[in-house]
């Protein structure tokens, strides 16, 4: 079977630079998924994304589908003949159904009689017959949430498109696709090479275009470039380069033959808050920022040209008048803001709806303070401190900077705050209450950053669960999943000995002061309540957490049926049956705990006493236990007073021994009534051992 190189490059206009990455992973997996299941083989291949094209490159295609035997079975022999041997109809609609007449047909011998079959061999198709289908669908299923039309065309996409090539070796593909005739030129640069580029094979295409076109093609090579230049520049400046991840794929999608240029703005803009800056340069020009060896901004921004110009001081110049404004603007924001205090605004936050059935923002501030308080007082904080910053927390939403920024709320409100003469410890917190913001961000320093952070988490999931909204398969509007994961971090992480149920019953109780109904609180369908629905919810979230962790999902589950509504707990409890599961005596033991439970579940409504009689005790096993489980009880239970759980199960597994004494030597069910009660007492004795940290029958 022959092979050739294939090229596939569409050229458009500028494409989307947050969804390049996006849609050229798409256009190849879908081009690659079909031709694996045309049965086309090829030996790698080579995606490249540009502003103004997505392309791939297939090396080694084969260059048709391989041959396939086919085999199609019919009647039965029985069936196809008569007596005298003449064919059926059956037989004869069977042929003329393959194209064929009866005697062309075979026989087939199988153990459940003979049956007429028609062999062929199907010829496979040429790829270049295949392609243009394989092109066209890969083209049409691109994620783009919202296609485009130009011209007089109805063709759509998610931008105009101008050029195709379909090159298989050297021989171009003909077809037309999204309205476009397919040939073997492309274009290189919009300024610096805009004509015709003529492909002679695919393997020529990268090339090409950086030495005749000035288009790197290849997006990670545009990448990496441009991380290098940004950093030297940087050096060059003597200071540091911040480069954003996401604005580095952005620049990068943003520009074919990069060329990083450092500019510089006035000192005075100094004054405001870096972040605000910061954001001001990376949303608005997709400028990266400078800091010096200590951290501190610079007042020099580093931007990437699309082109090499021989006048690169214009460029500088040009990008230095735009930002001046931007950042005045800022300048300005911040003066404004800092006339009126945190305290004054809060009266701004009344007509600013949080959710239109739990009241407004104020309501909301208003909740998180006495949640806040009650965190701290828990812990030991400083309660006034915390509600004063619960007090606080929303206040700068209604200031210029961040209604212009939304990304700094929160950071605004620590510089308001300490601007107020608030203090530190309330300033910090006004930012942290957002943490963690993601998955692995940091979290409050202090406590009082810890229990507003907490009470503004738990007042929402509360409140939109009191609402009956809970999130449902992908659709959580609130974030309630994500704000859950960073209650049961922040309790976990910084060793709270907070309990969810009476966090819930308190926001639950904030509603209420405020005269706020909450509807799944009053329902009586919900038989639960709501205060187990929330607990529920958010205990369920350790699930992907241990997962995450590599701990089995039994482990989850045997902690869980206990339903510790302490996270920090929770945690050790989880930890310490991990432990267990691992050593030696684990898997005897949780087979006993499950076989005590079946027979304790099987005693139906009997009175188990909680207590064992000695005296109804006849075989040495069951002595044996007794004994056994009354010293392990007395040196576990300080050591479960301290919840030191997995100190606790290591002290629990000599127990084996006597555990499977006990069932190889004694019956359970003894016909005397007393002495069965007084066994179901001893294993009642040995489960309940076991609960006081998990229920290890589910391992």
């Known amino acids: 079977m022959s092979q050739k190189d294939f ?78 041997g003449k064919a059926t109809k059956a037989a004869e609609g069977f042929a003329r159904s393959n194209g064929v007449t009866v005697d062309q047909l075979e026989t087939l011998e199988t153990d459940k009689g003979a049956w007429l079959v028609y062999r062929a061999v199907q010829q496979g198709s040429e790829t270049t017959q295949l392609l243009p289908e394989i092109i066209s669908q890969s083209l049409n299923e691109l994620p783009i949430p919202k296609r485009m039309r130009w011209g007089a065309r109805r063709t759509e996409f998610v931008r105009p498109v101008h050029w195709l090539v379909m090159l298989m070796g050297e021989e171009v593909v003909d077809c037309e696709i999204l309205g476009l005739k397919s040939g073997n030129q492309t274009r290189g640069h919009r300024f610096h090479a805009n004509q015709p580029l003529t492909i002679n094979q695919p393997a020529d295409y990268q090339n090409l275009l950086r030495e005749q076109g000035k288009v790197m093609a290849l997006f990670e090579e545009r990448r990496n470039l441009i991380k290098k230049q940004v950093t030297d520049v940087a050096t060059g400046l003597g200071g540091e380069a911040v480069i954003d991840v996401d604005l580095l794929d952005e620049v990068t999608a943003l520009n074919e033959w990069p060329v990083a240029l450092s500019g510089r703005f006035d000192d005075e803009f100094l004054e405001v808050p870096a972040e605000a800056l910061i954001s001001s340069m990376k949303e608005h020009q997709k400028y990266f920022h400078v800091v010096s060896n200590e951290g501190n901004l610079l007042p020099h921004f580093i931007t990437i040209s699309n082109i090499e110009s021989l006048q690169p001081e214009h460029v500088v110049s040009g990008n230095e008048r735009v930002i001046r404004p931007r950042l ?13 205090s945190l305290d004054a605004r809060r009266e701004t936050l009344k007509p600013i709806i949080f959710q239109a059935q739990l009241g407004s923002l104020f309501n909301k501030t208003d909740r998180i303070a006495k949640l806040a308080g009650f965190i701290a007082k828990q812990e030991g904080g400083q309660e006034q401190l915390a509600v004063r910053a619960g007090e606080l927390c929303k206040s700068d939403l209604t200031s210029e900077m961040v209604l212009e920024f939304p990304e700094l709320q929160g950071i605004m409100g620590q510089y308001y705050g300490a601007n107020d003469g608030e203090p ?119 699930r992907s957490w241990y997962q995450d ?41 949780s087979a006993a705990n499950k076989r005590v439970s079946n027979i304790l579940a099987k005693a139906g409504d009997l009175v188990i006493p909680d207590s064992v009689d000695p005296a109804l005790m006849t075989e040495a096993a069951e002595k044996s236990l007794a004994s056994a489980l009354a010293d392990s009880k007395e040196k576990v239970a300080p050591i479960l007073e301290q919840r030191q759980y997995s100190v606790a199960m290591e002290s629990l597994a000599p127990l084996k021994d006597s555990v499977d004494r006990f069932f190889d030597e004694v019956l359970v069910n ?20 076991f609960l006081h940290v998990a229920d290890i029958s589910l391992l």
């Open 7 to 84: 090229l596939v490059e569409l050229g458009t206009e500028e494409l989307p630079p947050k969804a390049l990455k996006k849609l050229s992973n798409a256009f190849t997996q879908g081009i690659v998924d079909r031709l694996k299941s045309a049965q086309l083989s090829f030996d790698s291949f080579e995606a490249f994304a540009a502003p103004r094209r997505l392309a791939l490159l297939i090396k080694g295609l084969e260059t048709a589908q391989p041959d396939q035997q086919m085999e199609r079975r019919g009647p039965a022999v029985k069936a196809a003949f008569d007596a005298e």
């Open 328 to 340: 005045a603007d800022a300048k300005f924001f911040f003066d404004t803001d800092k006339k009126t």
């Open 424 to 542: 530190e410890e309330v300033c910090l917190a006004l930012n942290e209450q957002y943490m963690p913001r993601f998955a692995g961000d940091e979290l409050p320093s202090n406590l009082t950053g810890c229990a507003v952070a907490i009470a503004d988490k738990i007042d929402t999931i509360t409140g939109i669960f009191g609402i009956n909204q809970p999130p449902s398969g992908n659709k959580d509007p609130f974030a309630l999943r994500r704000a859950t994961l960073g209650v049961l971090r922040i309790i976990v992480e910084k060793k709270l000995d907070l309990d969810l149920r009476d966090l819930i019953n308190q926001s639950i109780e904030g509603y209420k002061s405020q005269g706020v109904q909450l509807p799944a609180e009053e329902s009586s369908a919900n038989k639960k309540g709501l205060t187990e629905t929330v607990l529920d919810f958010m205990l369920e979230r350790f």
């Open 549 to 589: 962790e590599q701990i089995p999902v039994e482990v989850f589950l045997s902690v869980k049926a206990l339903k510790p509504s302490r996270p920090f707990d929770f945690d050790q409890r989880v930890k310490a049956v991990n432990s267990f599961s691992q050593m030696a005596e684990a898997e005897t033991l």
């Open 670 to 689: 003894a016909e005397d009534e007393q002495v069965r009660l007084n066994r179901y007492a001893l294993l009642k004795q040995l489960r309940s051992l």
